[in-house]
């Protein structure tokens, strides 16, 4: 019982303190007669102004594409589990130009059809100058969030003074590519057949690494070493959808002489399985979305050379 009033009593004085604060801190307050209330300490952050280059986009991207190419970086927008770099002005200017050059507009040549990309496509590109590093050591190169947004890694690697159309595709064109085919198979699926061809062969996030059988020894898993068990790159033995994409990506970005040679060094069972799979995914986009991957590919490869000759502008805009 003692106790118990010893705790009353403490509670009290606390409770009784409490009070004393609050009311000198209100009493202090009530003294300052030189407060200016009309104008808040905390003032709003003005928006950038809009450069020639905002201007370009609205007319090439977001009037014709129904897209919002963001290449200021935003902390809403960014992956917060990577440490990344803006991408800078300049090298946003050429990448925008590449992309709307080698993709966009190859959609638009291919389908003839300029409301295909301006339904399917997403509706938020996002520029980053560096790339983003797991914690496995592996680089992303691109990500696509819901069909609805499309980041791309490195911007500021690109050299518009000397254009390397592989490194181009390996950053760039094959991620488009690939992403866009995510949002293609997203709205209307594939044959599920296609999961079954190799389906004891895919391997998860450890797609980067060979493990002898007979040693157990782990190295680095190659796209040539993919080629034998059946996939167009080491990737695609993540999961059957990265499979699938990863079949259309680098069928169209690469040339027939690169495809005939990567069957070659399949080896019989490796090309069998990779034409397999192809069959269908050459049907696939043939036959839900009427666009033939070989017509595509002609486009694209057309566009690249355009750009590595020289003949489209990568001017800064000012």
Not at 9 to 35: E, G, H, P
């Amino acid at each position: 019982m003692i106790k118990n009033k010893k705790r009353d009593m403490k509670r009290y004085i606390v409770y009784s303190l409490l009070v004393l604060t609050v009311s000198l801190l209100f009493a202090s307050c009530n003294q300052d007669t030189d407060i200016d209330y009309n104008n808040s300490i905390f003032t709003e952050e003005n928006e950038p102004e809009e450069s020639a280059f905002d201007k370009w986009v609205i007319s090439n991207y977001t009037n014709p594409y129904n897209i919002l190419l963001k290449y200021r970086m935003e902390d809403k927008e960014s992956d917060m589990t990577h440490v990344l770099v803006p991408a800078t002005y300049e090298k946003s200017v050429v990448l925008a130009k590449i992309v709307k050059h080698v993709w966009l507009e190859a959609y638009d040549e291919t389908t003839g059809n300029p409301n295909f990309l301006r339904h399917y496509v997403p509706k938020i590109l996002h520029f980053i100058g560096s790339p983003a590093y797991e914690d496995n050591g592996t680089m992303v190169v691109g990500t696509a969030e819901g069909g609805m947004k499309i980041t791309l890694y490195n911007v500021n690697d690109i050299d518009p003074e000397n254009i390397d159309v592989n490194m181009l595709n390996e950053y760039y064109f094959q991620t488009m590519h690939h992403e866009f085919a995510h949002i293609l198979h997203q709205t209307k699926n594939f044959d599920p057949s296609f999961e079954r061809i190799t389906e004891n062969s895919y391997v998860g996030s450890d797609w980067y690494i060979k493990t002898d059988p007979v040693t157990g020894v782990s190295t680095s898993r190659s796209d040539s070493d993919a080629w034998k068990e059946g996939f167009v790159t080491a990737y695609a033995m993540s999961e059957p959808r990265e499979d699938f994409v990863e079949n259309i990506a680098m069928y169209v970005v690469n040339t027939e002489a690169y495809w005939n040679n990567m069957l070659a060094n399949a080896g019989d069972t490796g090309r069998a399985l990779i034409e397999r799979k192809f069959d269908i995914v050459y049907d696939y986009m043939l036959q839900t979305w009427g666009i033939d991957l070989d017509r595509l590919r002609q486009v694209v490869l057309r566009r690249q050379g355009e750009i590595a000759n020289g003949e489209l502008d990568l001017s800064v805009i000012k």
